[in-house]
């Protein structure tokens, strides 16, 4: 494989890694979001925007505290004086714009912003049943302590689209649950969620991977580690509780240490 292909296929990965991670985030009418200086963050909106506005950027300018209060005070005929100072003064209280403190690029339902500067402003995006305002906070971030892919959800519209896919029979509902996560796909209004859960008992390694969670069903996918030194057959009845539908895995005779897929199908309470 050329250093070429090589690059171009991590790239790809780092993009899919990305999405699959991306930060969920309910439309409101102004949402306030932190975006880390330095890297390209990705916001996708699930509508054609059609018109973007950006107030002015806000520079981030410290004020020592012994000039902070006369040059809160508003100016006036009377204290021209004052006035004086404050213009001589080295540190001021007020807001430097500055150029190109932040770059913002869009596509027809993605806006890209990377900012180079710490400070504020505000996005007015048009498209929606209602305008959105968002209002943007940059900051230096460490690595990995912040979201580099925004996703809005229109949550009203999920679950109409929810409830068109699970308006068919009980049982073909579980088996189209269980296709959709197989194949790391997730059906239409289901909303996609990291797993959390970790842990071990009787010598069985649980590993909870991802959700896929619609109105009335949701599906998980697992991990199941056989850390004992004896091989085990797993059985379904070994994981049904209340609210289980189904329980099916890729194979159910594990080898000491050997790993295996667990797929579940339960109502969403």
């Given at each position: 494989m050329n250093n070429k292909l090589l690059i171009k296929i991590m790239f790809l990965f780092n993009i899919v890694t990305i999405v699959l991670f991306?930060?969920?985030?309910?439309?409101?009418?102004?949402v306030s979001i932190t975006l880390p200086i330095g890297v390209p963050s990705i916001i996708e909106f699930p509508f054609e925007i059609k018109a973007v506005k950006a107030t002015s950027f806000i520079y981030k300018v410290k004020i020592k505290k012994d000039n902070s209060l006369d040059l809160l005070e508003p100016l006036s005929a009377n204290n021209k004086n004052r006035q004086?100072?404050?213009?001589?003064?080295?540190?001021?209280q007020k807001d430097t714009f500055v150029n190109k403190?932040?770059?913002?690029s869009r596509t027809k339902r993605v806006i890209t912003i990377t900012p180079k500067k710490?400070?504020?402003?505000?996005?007015?995006?048009?498209?929606?049943?209602?305008?959105?305002?968002?209002?943007?906070?940059t900051k230096l971030m460490k690595k990995d302590s912040y979201d580099r892919y925004i996703e809005f959800i229109d949550y009203s519209q999920n679950k109409q689209k929810a409830f068109k896919f699970e308006a068919v029979p009980h049982e073909k509902v579980i088996i189209k649950l269980i296709r959709y996560i197989y194949n790391n796909k997730v059906p239409q209004g289901y909303t996609y969620q990291v797993g959390t859960l970790d842990y071990t008992t009787n010598g069985i390694r649980l590993i909870q991977v991802k959700s896929i969670i619609g109105n009335r069903y949701k599906a998980e996918e697992w991990i199941v580690e056989n850390e004992t030194n004896r091989s085990i057959i797993l059985y379904p009845q070994?994981?049904?509780?209340?609210?289980?539908?189904?329980?099916?895995?890729?194979?159910?005779?594990l080898r000491p240490k050997e790993k295996v897929r667990m797929f579940i199908v339960a109502k969403n309470k």
């Open positions: 991306a930060k969920q985030v309910p439309i409101q009418k102004v004086q100072n404050a213009k001589q003064n080295k540190v001021r403190p932040i770059i913002i710490e400070g504020r402003m505000s996005l007015i995006i048009w498209g929606y049943k209602y305008p959105i305002i968002l209002d943007i906070k070994m994981f049904y509780t209340n609210g289980i539908y189904a329980v099916t895995f890729e194979n159910n005779k």
